[in-house]
């Protein structure tokens, strides 16, 4: 018997040790490893030495640090994803053994910062993913060892732009792909990005931007087709020079800042422009220019504005498929609108337009007008209960701008009342 006992107490402590670690299975000289029970302490071992080994993924798999010589001779290995661990920091030389890698995959860990030369021996990387770390800082030359870089994510992290030094890119002309997103990019240096020579996207959401930052417009930058601006807090669009060197921009995205004012001559060296994206901002008026001479202009996005005129010449001579100017303060177009917008050019396919405050006499010439089109709406919920459009007694479509306030104002009413009824049910 108690030669029994013993034998147990080995088979579960060999079943604990190996539950304990991530479990790693190889697919095709790929290896994908799954979380064990606890934290991990990544050392030799576990996926090291294979000389066939092209790709190892060990995401989420509770990985604390990576031990020296934990990526020992795989001299084949082109892949390393080790998103989604909580390593607080890499120490210097833990990278250098897998000559080959292209591929590395850092985001969602708990990274403050990278000793200098982490990355001098991987001098082949073209993409590095360092998404939702916690970096604070960037040593000027951490990148300079990376000159075939052409994808970096440095998304949500915690370093400030103005504290990044100018020349941080300098070694890697050539990438084609950098986001910014969710950190502080007020005053980082204009030159910050002067080495690059084929950008393509730009992104820019949730960096505090009180302006278009001349980083992001400068003249080598001219490659570039997607600038994404979004979610910032940029008011005005005054000078008609800020674009003037994007002029293959396709995708021009300024959702939700706090836009009131923009220059008429602003988009006019976007000869490539295909999508302008202004939802969620403050325009009033739109310049009559605003969208002039762009030919290859597909999608204008207006959505929730302060527009009350939405002018047929606005659109004139692009080719328009896509227009969304709902949640604004609309309440008529002009007879005939989307008709206009064909013989004058445009190929309008989608037109969204609920809500808006419409005069339901306006409205339902609107709705007769697409449908005999064959243009695409959402037709919203017209239930009978939420306000889709108001009418005084005159079932009569007013197009004239003396009536908008007026028809705002019973709209706002007919709205406060339905959702005081939402609410009492
Ligand atoms: C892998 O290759 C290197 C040199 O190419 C060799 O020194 C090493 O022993 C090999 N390792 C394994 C585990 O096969
Ligand atoms: C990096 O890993 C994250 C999380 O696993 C994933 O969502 C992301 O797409 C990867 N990044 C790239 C560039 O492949």
Not at 213 to 225: E, H, Q, V
Request: charged residues 25%.
């Amino acid at each position: 018997m108690p030669e029994y006992g013993a034998v147990l107490v080995a088979v579960l402590s060999t079943i604990a040790i190996v539950e304990a670690k991530p479990k790693c299975k190889t697919f095709a000289d790929n290896v994908v490893c799954t979380a064990g029970t606890s934290d991990y302490e990544l050392v030799r071992g576990l996926v090291s030495d294979n000389n066939k080994t092209t790709g190892i993924t060990l995401r989420d798999c509770r990985i604390t640090s990576v031990e020296y010589e934990s990526f020992n001779d795989l001299n084949s290995l082109t892949y390393l994803d080790l998103s989604m661990n909580k390593i607080q920091r890499l120490k210097l030389g833990v990278l250098d053994e897998p000559k080959k890698l292209t591929y590395l995959n850092l985001s969602y860990n708990q990274i403050t910062e990278f000793p200098l030369g982490l990355f001098d021996q991987i001098t082949n990387l073209d993409l590095i993913d360092l998404k939702g770390n916690k970096i604070n800082k960037l040593e000027l030359g951490i990148f300079d060892p990376l000159p075939k870089l052409k994808f970096v994510d440095l998304s949500s992290n915690a370093f400030a732009g103005k504290d990044l030094n100018p020349y941080i890119f300098d070694q890697s002309p050539h990438i084609t792909f950098i986001d910014f997103s969710r950190n502080n990019m007020e005053d980082a240096p204009d030159n910050l990005l002067n080495a690059f020579q084929s950008l393509e996207i730009l992104n820019l959401d949730r960096c505090f931007l009180s302006n278009v930052p001349s980083f992001a417009t400068k003249t080598n930058l001219r490659t570039m087709k997607h600038l994404i601006l979004s979610t910032n807090q940029i008011a005005r669009l005054d000078n008609a020079n800020t674009f003037v060197n994007l002029e293959n921009l396709q995708l021009l995205d300024l959702t939700a800042n706090m836009i009131e004012t923009i220059n008429p001559n602003i988009l006019a060296p976007l000869r490539h422009l295909q999508k302008v994206d202004l939802k969620n901002n403050k325009i009033a008026v739109i310049p009559d220019n605003l969208f002039k001479n762009l030919p290859k202009l597909i999608t204008i996005d207006l959505y929730g504005n302060q527009l009350q005129n939405v002018p047929v010449n606005a659109f004139r001579e692009i080719p328009l498929k896509n227009l969304n100017i709902a949640n604004n303060k609309v309440t008529y177009l002009q007879d005939n609108f989307c008709l206009e917008l064909r013989n004058s050019g445009g190929k309008i396919k989608k037109l969204l337009f609920d809500p808006n405050p419409w005069q339901c006499a306006c409205l339902n010439d609107l709705l007769k007008e697409v449908k005999r089109l064959g243009i695409e709406y959402k037709s919203g919920k017209y239930d009978g209960k939420r306000p889709v459009c108001v009418s005084t007694s005159e079932f009569t479509c007013k197009r004239q701008d003396s009536v908008n306030s007026l028809y705002n104002d019973m709209f706002n009413e007919a709205k406060r009342k339905y959702f005081k009824q939402q609410k009492n049910k």
